[in-house]
Antibody
């Protein structure tokens, strides 16, 4: 059973870079059937797709965040990571990593991490 | 960007009753639509993909329908564990997945 676990600082200062890592366990991140994504959710609000990465390193980003987002993968550690630069209070949210299952579910995200809360504050 | 809207924002239903949730896309997404359930403090859970196919392990009381721009999630007989927020998501635009704002199903 594949599981995802987010990790990283829970508090980031304004204008700094938010960095999170998602560790994949119970399966290989290099499986060709999946894309690995980041999604966030401000408190009491809806879900916002941030972007995704394939194990080849190919990425897609939300245009609204593209200038500030970098998603990378480390297949040797079975991890993928998110960096979001120049953060403001508007970036405060629960950040989820998820697996987009292309073969079985067309793109639906069938495995999610539990989420990690990131607060942007000085 | 494909904008997703959901109605109603809140649906009050008694246990055992049917719940019908709507989702609309600003342009056609074909059948590339998923539904998720989210309970407080938990990550979303995939319920439906391809607009009408239940994901593995999802009870038969959950059903989805629609195509193009209009979609429906029906819960045939609400159980206590079904009270949650439900989101629709389009994955037709591969470069930008978008979610609806959610429908909260609460106890009447």
């Amino acid at each position: 059973q594949v599981q995802l676990q987010e990790s990283g600082p829970g508090l980031v200062k304004p204008s700094q870079t938010l960095s999170l890592t998602c560790t994949v366990s119970g399966g290989s991140i290099s499986s060709g059937s999946y894309y690995w994504s980041w999604i966030r959710q401000p408190a009491g609000k809806g879900l916002e797709w941030i972007g995704r990465i394939y194990t080849s390193g190919s990425t897609n980003y939300n245009p609204s965040l593209k200038s500030r987002v970098t998603i990378s993968v480390d297949t040797s550690k079975n991890q993928f990571s998110l960096k979001l630069s120049s953060v403001t209070a508007a970036d405060t949210a629960v950040y989820y990593c998820a697996r987009e299952n292309i073969v079985a579910y067309g793109g639906g995200a069938d495995v999610w991490g539990k989420g990690t809360t990131v607060t942007v504050s000085s | 960007e494909i904008v997703m809207t959901q109605s109603p924002a809140t649906l009050s239903v008694s246990p055992g009753e049917r719940a019908t949730l709507s989702c609309r896309a600003s342009q056609s997404v074909s059948s590339n639509l998923a539904w998720y359930q989210q309970k407080p403090g938990q990550a979303p859970r995939l319920l439906i993909y391809g607009a009408s196919t239940r994901a593995t392990g999802i009870p038969a009381r959950f059903s989805g329908s629609g195509s193009g721009t209009e979609f429906t999630l029906t819960i045939s007989s609400l159980q206590s564990e079904d009270f949650a927020v439900y989101y629709c998501q389009q994955y037709n635009n591969w470069l930008l997945f978008t979610f609806g704002p959610g429908t909260k199903v609460d106890i009447k």
